[in-house]
């Protein structure tokens, strides 16, 4: 079973079977006792996964229609440069590289070069040469947005970042962290937001509210661990048929199950397919033959409508 706690009082809540979506790190390395975390089964896992990358995040308020700002439905992935083999190569991390910094991750398949450089620099030069955002509108995907929140929209920035920038403020309460730690943000939003008005240049004077996201904001708010925004790491590590074959669902200790992106892939569909590989072990069955068939079934039913 799992033991919560409610208020002062730890609660047991029995159960013949436990499966855990909390990720590989929170599950092994916080929510186990002692004794379970150093099962050498847990800690084979444990040997063959590192943290993903950091991610710092960029929360816009605007005043403004989706019509009158020029947003729109899309996703924009923005690079530095258009040498993306650059970019997004395979080079490894130097060992005394990754050991001088404190790197938890040796081998990245995003942290090469351009990227690697950035990743490797200082806070400060970080936040001059960032070399890569992710910038979207969620209020104009919503469909009841217009309704709920009328004459206003956001934007989302996301990017990479170390969470060792900003560690000296780990032990620091939320919303509480000082000056310096919101100087050492507003450096990133400020050089982030510069690339949103290129972008977006009819919202710069619309703009009601600005909020910067660290890892250590992930850290609290997500609960991951390090800082991450998509768990393990998805590196060539971590998709060898060693990794493979011992990151599966079922854990070392009896009956308790991981589910989620960390038995798979990254990301939403990553996630959908760890709950699928769980749900087949905790069932016995392949649940994908049962996909088949309902993908038919259904299938068949529109074609008789």
Request: charged share 25%.
């Amino acid at each position: 079973g799992v033991s919560v706690r409610k208020g002062q009082e730890d609660v047991n809540i029995f159960a013949p079977i436990v499966i855990s979506d909390a990720g590989i790190f929170n599950t092994y390395e916080r929510l186990l006792p002692a004794e379970a975390r150093a099962l050498p089964g847990i800690q084979e896992q444990l040997r063959l996964v590192k943290p993903g990358e950091g991610g710092f995040s960029v929360f816009v308020g605007l005043n403004g229609t989706k019509e009158e700002l020029g947003l729109e439905s899309t996703n924009y992935f923005i690079y530095k440069g258009n040498d993306l083999d650059q970019l997004y190569g395979t080079l490894r991390f130097p060992a005394h590289a990754a050991a001088s910094r404190r790197l938890r991750h040796p081998s990245s398949s995003i942290s090469s070069r351009r990227m690697r450089r950035y990743l490797e620099s200082s806070r400060e030069e970080a936040a001059e040469n960032i070399p890569f955002l992710f910038i979207t509108s969620p209020s104009c995907k919503d469909p009841t947005w217009d309704m709920r929140h009328p004459g206003k929209a956001t934007l989302a920035v996301v990017t990479f970042a170390n969470y060792e920038w900003f560690e000296e403020w780990q032990d620091e309460p939320a919303q509480r962290r000082g000056d310096d730690y919101e100087d050492a943000k507003r450096a990133f939003v400020d050089a982030i937001m510069r690339t949103v008005y290129k972008l977006y240049p009819g919202i710069e004077d619309r703009v009601e509210y600005v909020s910067g996201g660290t890892p250590l904001t992930n850290r609290h708010y997500i609960a991951s661990a390090h800082g991450e925004m998509y768990g393990a790491l998805q590196d060539t590590e971590r998709l060898r048929a060693e990794a493979i074959a011992t990151l599966r669902p079922r854990t070392a200790v009896p009956n308790l199950y991981l589910t989620g992106q960390d038995v798979c892939l990254a990301g939403f569909m990553g996630a959908l397919q760890g709950a699928v590989l769980c749900a087949s072990d905790v069932l016995g069955r392949n649940l994908y033959v049962d996909l088949a068939w309902l993908q038919r079934r259904v299938g068949s039913a529109g074609k008789c409508a």
